[in-house]
Nanobody
Framework: VQLQASGGGLVQAGDSLRLSCVIS????????LGWFRQVPGQEREFVGV????????YYTGSMKGRFTISRDNAKNTVYLQMNNLKPDDTAVYSC???????????????????????WGKGTQVTVSS
Protein backbone atom coordinates (compact mmCIF):
# COMPACT_ATOMS: atom_id res chain seq x y z
CA VAL A 1 0.00 0.00 0.00
CA GLN A 2 1.33 3.42 -0.94
CA LEU A 3 -0.06 6.72 0.24
CA GLN A 4 0.43 10.09 -1.38
CA ALA A 5 -0.76 13.27 0.31
CA SER A 6 -1.22 16.50 -1.60
CA GLY A 7 -3.00 19.81 -1.43
CA GLY A 8 -0.84 21.70 1.01
CA GLY A 9 0.19 25.28 0.52
CA LEU A 10 0.41 28.77 1.96
CA VAL A 11 -2.85 30.29 3.14
CA GLN A 12 -3.97 33.08 5.41
CA ALA A 13 -5.58 32.69 8.80
CA GLY A 14 -9.28 32.00 8.40
CA ASP A 15 -8.87 30.34 5.02
CA SER A 16 -9.79 26.78 4.15
CA LEU A 17 -7.75 24.05 2.54
CA ARG A 18 -8.47 20.50 1.48
CA LEU A 19 -5.80 17.84 1.55
CA SER A 20 -6.05 14.62 -0.39
CA CYS A 21 -4.48 11.24 0.25
CA VAL A 22 -4.50 8.75 -2.61
CA ILE A 23 -4.15 5.09 -1.76
CA SER A 24 -2.47 2.88 -4.33
CA UNK A 25 -0.76 -0.47 -4.60
CA UNK A 26 -2.38 -3.37 -2.81
CA UNK A 27 -6.12 -3.29 -2.28
CA UNK A 28 -7.20 -1.55 0.88
CA UNK A 29 -10.65 -2.80 1.76
CA UNK A 30 -10.85 -2.21 5.48
CA UNK A 31 -9.02 -0.49 8.27
CA UNK A 32 -8.38 3.07 9.31
CA LEU A 33 -7.00 6.02 7.37
CA GLY A 34 -5.57 8.72 9.56
CA TRP A 35 -4.15 12.21 9.29
CA PHE A 36 -1.26 13.35 11.43
CA ARG A 37 0.74 16.53 11.53
CA GLN A 38 4.16 17.48 12.75
CA VAL A 39 6.11 20.64 13.32
CA PRO A 40 9.91 20.27 13.12
CA GLY A 41 11.30 19.69 16.57
CA GLN A 42 7.95 18.70 18.00
CA GLU A 43 6.19 15.40 18.44
CA ARG A 44 3.81 14.14 15.83
CA GLU A 45 0.21 15.05 16.53
CA PHE A 46 -2.87 13.02 15.71
CA VAL A 47 -5.44 14.95 13.68
CA GLY A 48 -8.20 12.49 12.91
CA VAL A 49 -9.08 9.15 11.41
CA UNK A 50 -11.76 7.56 9.27
CA UNK A 51 -12.81 3.97 9.00
CA UNK A 52 -12.47 2.86 5.40
CA UNK A 53 -15.38 0.44 5.67
CA UNK A 54 -17.89 2.35 7.81
CA UNK A 55 -16.89 5.98 7.31
CA UNK A 56 -16.92 6.60 11.04
CA UNK A 57 -14.58 9.39 12.05
CA TYR A 58 -12.75 10.45 15.16
CA TYR A 59 -10.87 13.68 15.72
CA THR A 60 -8.59 15.05 18.35
CA GLY A 61 -10.34 17.61 20.49
CA SER A 62 -8.51 20.70 19.32
CA MET A 63 -9.48 20.16 15.69
CA LYS A 64 -12.98 18.85 16.11
CA GLY A 65 -15.41 21.18 14.42
CA ARG A 66 -12.86 22.78 12.11
CA PHE A 67 -11.45 19.70 10.38
CA THR A 68 -13.46 17.06 8.55
CA ILE A 69 -12.23 13.78 7.14
CA SER A 70 -14.10 12.06 4.34
CA ARG A 71 -13.38 9.31 1.88
CA ASP A 72 -14.18 8.35 -1.67
CA ASN A 73 -13.85 4.60 -1.92
CA ALA A 74 -14.22 4.63 -5.69
CA LYS A 75 -11.25 6.98 -6.02
CA ASN A 76 -9.27 5.36 -3.20
CA THR A 77 -8.89 8.79 -1.71
CA VAL A 78 -9.25 10.27 1.74
CA TYR A 79 -9.71 13.99 2.26
CA LEU A 80 -8.96 16.35 5.10
CA GLN A 81 -11.05 19.50 4.87
CA MET A 82 -9.60 22.20 7.09
CA ASN A 83 -11.62 25.33 7.79
CA ASN A 84 -10.86 28.49 9.71
CA LEU A 85 -7.17 27.73 9.65
CA LYS A 86 -4.95 29.25 12.29
CA PRO A 87 -1.20 29.91 12.34
CA ASP A 88 -0.89 27.09 14.90
CA ASP A 89 -2.11 24.70 12.21
CA THR A 90 1.13 25.20 10.33
CA ALA A 91 2.78 21.79 10.00
CA VAL A 92 3.59 18.95 7.67
CA TYR A 93 0.46 16.87 7.28
CA SER A 94 0.78 13.16 6.56
CA CYS A 95 -1.70 10.42 5.93
CA UNK A 96 -1.30 6.93 7.26
CA UNK A 97 -3.18 3.67 7.12
CA UNK A 98 -3.64 0.55 9.14
CA UNK A 99 -5.48 -2.65 8.32
CA UNK A 100 -6.91 -2.67 11.83
CA UNK A 101 -10.35 -1.33 12.61
CA UNK A 102 -9.92 0.63 15.80
CA UNK A 103 -12.17 2.83 17.87
CA UNK A 104 -11.67 6.36 19.05
CA UNK A 105 -10.39 5.24 22.43
CA UNK A 106 -7.23 3.91 20.82
CA UNK A 107 -6.45 7.19 19.08
CA UNK A 108 -7.39 9.19 22.15
CA UNK A 109 -4.90 7.16 24.17
CA UNK A 110 -2.13 6.96 21.60
CA UNK A 111 -2.42 10.26 19.78
CA UNK A 112 0.61 10.85 17.58
CA UNK A 113 2.10 7.54 18.75
CA UNK A 114 -0.65 5.55 17.06
CA UNK A 115 0.80 2.56 15.25
CA UNK A 116 0.03 2.66 11.57
CA UNK A 117 1.06 0.14 8.95
CA UNK A 118 1.74 2.59 6.12
CA TRP A 119 2.80 6.20 5.94
CA GLY A 120 2.74 8.62 3.08
CA LYS A 121 5.06 11.52 2.44
CA GLY A 122 3.66 14.65 4.00
CA THR A 123 2.47 17.90 2.52
CA GLN A 124 3.34 21.28 4.01
CA VAL A 125 0.58 23.55 5.24
CA THR A 126 1.59 27.06 6.21
CA VAL A 127 -0.92 29.48 7.69
CA SER A 128 0.09 33.11 7.87
CA SER A 129 -1.42 35.55 10.35
Amino acid sequence: VQLQASGGGLVQAGDSLRLSCVISGSAFSSGDLGWFRQVPGQEREFVGVISWSTGNTYYTGSMKGRFTISRDNAKNTVYLQMNNLKPDDTAVYSCAATHEDRNGKYYYAMGGRARMDYWGKGTQVTVSS
